[in-house]
Nanobody, 118 residues
């Protein structure tokens, strides 16, 4: 079955960096677009960044453009989120996500907590 396992979260000071990883299994990773979402306390889950199946296309939320970079290694079945210049408002649980077009299904990881605080 599809599994997405996030890692790399933790406590970091404002201005610091973290790299999140999402290890995927149970499907042909190189055929699927991947995304990172986040959900802050009391807020709705929001898209942070997405990447196409080959890594040739990416998109970002305006709030993270220029600070976050999404990438993938299809040989390792892993997608990454490099987060630089972190701000307190980046504090959230970060989720890895993909979907299957037919039959339609959404797949989520369990999330990894990122806390930005001094």
């Amino acid at each position: 079955q599809v599994q997405l396992v996030e890692s790399g979260g933790g406590l970091v000071q404002p201005g610091g960096s973290l790299r999140l990883s999402c290890a995927a299994s149970g499907f042909t990773f190189s055929n699927y677009a991947m995304s990172w979402y986040r959900q802050a306390p009391g807020a709705e889950r929001e898209l942070v960044a997405g990447i196409g199946s080959t890594g040739g296309s990416t998109n970002y939320a305006d709030s993270v453009k220029g600070r976050f970079t999404i990438s993938r290694d299809n040989a390792k079945n892993t997608v990454y989120l490099q987060m630089n210049s972190l701000k307190s408002e980046d504090t959230a649980v970060y989720y890895c996500y993909t979907f299957r077009q037919w039959p339609r299904a959404n797949f989520w990881g369990k999330g990894t907590l990122v806390t930005v605080s001094s």
